[in-house]
Every structure is written in C-alpha cells, then in structure tokens.
C-alpha cells in the first residue's frame, strides 16, 4: 500500500519553529511534484509550498521568507521559522507519484493524515 506519513506538528510559540516531515512508502516507482498544504479553521485548504522533482520550488506569499521546503527522495519537508498564529492549521503534505500495482504503473495524487501545528500569541 503507497501512502504519505506526516509527523513533526506540535505547539510552538510564536517566533518560533518546526520541522514538518512526510515520508512517501510502499511500491513507488516514481514521485513528481510534492507539496504541503493547510487548512486554518474556518478556511479552506491551500497551498503552502510545493517542489518539483527537479528541486523548483513555489511559497504562497504568507509563507515567502519563513517556510523553506526540501525534499530528499521520497521524504519532503517544510522548515518552518518566525510562526505567526496565524500559521495555525492542520498541515497536509501531497505527492503526485506512480506505483507499482499488479505489473502495472498507476498514477496517484496522495495526501497524508494530516498534522496539527499550533501557534500561541
């Protein structure tokens, strides 16, 4: 089974940091594009930050200057630094991949569980 396993949330101070992981497993056989997004409460889920398999990156303008997201193989982070409690969400991590499946490769757009990162004033 291929799937996105997130760890890193917790409760931090504002001005302070995180380190968001998310490790893709199972038979994959390649990944694209994997980024992270959030949903604040009463809000939607949007784009934090996403890197292309080549190392290309994209910041929503809330995050420019403080988020800075890498990827090594299948493991992408977000280092997040100068937290606002306003970066409070839930923080999801996607990954557009193929995998293996019955000799076949198949396409998948995954999302991880889903991570907690709280940002006290």
């Known amino acids: 089974q291929v799937q996105l396993v997130e760890s890193g949330g917790g409760l931090v101070q504002a001005g302070g940091s995180l380190r968001l992981s998310c490790r893709a497993s199972?038979?994959?056989?390649?990944?694209?594009?994997m980024g992270w997004y959030r949903r604040a409460p009463g809000k939607q889920r949007a784009l934090v930050a996403s890197?292309?398999?080549?190392?290309s990156t994209n910041y929503a303008d809330s995050v420019k200057g403080r988020f800075t997201i890498s990827r090594d193989n299948a493991v992408v982070y977000l280092q997040m630094n100068s937290l606002k409690p306003e970066d409070t969400a839930v923080y999801y991590c996607?990954?557009?991949?193929?995998?293996?499946?019955?000799?076949?490769?198949?396409?998948?757009?995954?999302w991880g569980q889903g991570t907690q990162v709280t940002v006290s004033s």
């Open positions: 199972g038979s994959i056989f390649s990944i694209n594009d």
């Open positions: 890197i292309t398999s080549g190392g």
């Open positions: 996607n990954a557009d991949l193929s995998y293996f499946t019955g000799g076949v490769h198949v396409p998948a757009l995954l």
